[in-house]
């Protein structure tokens, strides 16, 4: 069942849908995606909105809280296509929520671009109405293995706590299959359940399992928590690996010292330099005009608010339409230039076109330590206790 576009060029408008985590506990991450987002709608109708054809549409994006939970972010893709009539949608933040909310989209055949979504389960239920435009967890898995594997060739044993979620599970599944491969001993894997305040008990059995690696996969919050404990059961371990949250400026600041020499990795630093053929031009002016409406550089959850925002406008303008089908077809050729890297979507509609920085706190700053041609420091071992 698709639904009409008719209305939107009636009106010079192309309105889409976004579900976000305003309040709740993805919260901090929702902000981020909204700042992206407000950047390339800003951007895009102070040129005169998206080309499509000989008309203009200006950009409206309709938001709605679904509180950091999953159910409701399902409703409200619904009221979005149903109710408000959006054309487009950009998924809810996350692999788990967008994996639920893609069964909506593909039953109104309305294309969805996923913002934050990474593992492959989002992507193998043969749908063809979702595009990621991140790489799949094993792009992180990979590398950091092989940078542990070369620059501690003693270091034997790895310990994993995951977040009990479809994308914390995934990627810490990915770098359990990463680290076998390279004859390393996995002595510890637990999940942890979703909203768990007090990771005591699960970092004391961690310790006693005397891992040389140490990896952690979450958000923000789950983060810094367990960074701070880490340090006061005295964990050892002479890499620490925690993904994500490392890469955001707040988790540097809350945990302080704790966060030297901290890895982790990213879809997107300020620190690479793609020119581009979208309404930004290039990354580091992206970069700047983020710098010039927040104050502060961005990360790549607030570059792939814009990023999501650039690709769909393309596939518009391509498409001369916003009929689906013909925005879907545009969607599938791939080969967008963006300020976030070069986006080309596999045939299951996940991105498989760019390498993902590898990033590592050096002096309360991220550094990238992989891939050589953008990296701005060597990777170093060795933790702050």
């Given at each position: ?12 408008k ?18 981020k ?24 549409l ?48 593909e ?13 492959v ?6 749908y ?24 501690l ?42 909203g768990?305040?007090?990771h ?8 006693a ?15 810094i928590?367990?960074r701070?404990?880490?340090s ?12 994500n ?31 581009s ?11 700047e ?29 391509r498409a ?5 089908g ?9 080969g967008?230039?963006?300020f976030?890297g070069?986006i ?7 991105a ?12 309360g700053?991220?550094e990238?330590v ?14 702050r206790?």
């Amino acid at each position: 069942m698709a639904v009409s576009v008719t209305a939107s060029l009636a009106q010079d408008k192309l309105t889409i849908g976004a579900p976000l985590p305003i309040t709740g506990a993805l919260a901090p991450e929702g902000a981020k995606l909204k700042q992206g987002y407000e950047l390339w709608q800003e951007k895009v109708n102070a040129a005169g909105g998206v080309k499509v054809g000989n008309s203009r549409l200006k950009v409206d994006i309709r938001y709605y809280d679904y509180q950091s939970q999953t159910p409701r972010a399902i409703q409200l893709a619904e009221k979005l296509i149903t109710d408000d009539k959006v054309d487009f949608l950009f998924s809810p933040f996350g692999s788990g929520a967008a994996k639920a909310v893609s069964a909506v989209s593909e039953k109104y055949g309305v294309p969805m671009l996923a913002s934050s979504a990474s593992s492959v389960e989002v992507f193998d239920q043969g749908y063809k109405n979702i595009f990621g435009i991140y790489t799949d967890n094993s792009t992180f898995s990979e590398p950091i293995a092989e940078l542990v594997k070369t620059k501690l060739p003693n270091a034997k044993r790895v310990a994993i706590l995951a977040r009990n979620d479809l994308y914390p599970l995934s990627l810490a599944n990915e770098f359990e299959k990463s680290a076998r491969k390279r004859g390393f001993e996995v002595v510890y894997f637990e999940k942890y359940a979703i909203g768990t305040l007090d990771h005591a008990s699960a970092l004391t059995q961690l310790r006693a399992a005397k891992p040389d690696w140490v990896i952690v996969t979450g958000y923000i919050n789950d983060l810094i928590t367990i960074r701070k404990q880490a340090s006061d059961l005295k964990v050892g371990g002479e890499v620490f690996t925690l993904i994500n949250g490392p890469a955001y400026q707040e988790w540097i600041k809350a945990v302080g010292p704790l966060a030297e020499n901290v890895t982790t990795a990213s879809w997107f630093h300020p620190v690479v330099k793609y020119q581009s053929e979208d309404v930004f031009g290039s990354s580091r002016n992206f970069v700047e005009l983020f710098k010039q409406k927040y104050g502060s550089e961005p990360d790549f959850t607030q570059a792939s608010g814009a990023a999501v925002g650039v690709v769909l406008q393309t596939a518009i303008e391509r498409a001369g339409s916003t009929d689906h089908g013909k925005v879907r077809a545009e969607l599938q050729k791939g080969g967008f230039k963006t300020f976030f890297g070069p986006i080309t979507f596999s045939k299951i509609g996940i991105a498989d076109s760019y390498v993902p920085p590898v990033l590592q706190i050096q002096n309360g700053k991220v550094e990238v330590v992989f891939p050589a041609e953008i990296s701005t420091a060597p990777f170093r071992t060795g933790q702050r206790r």
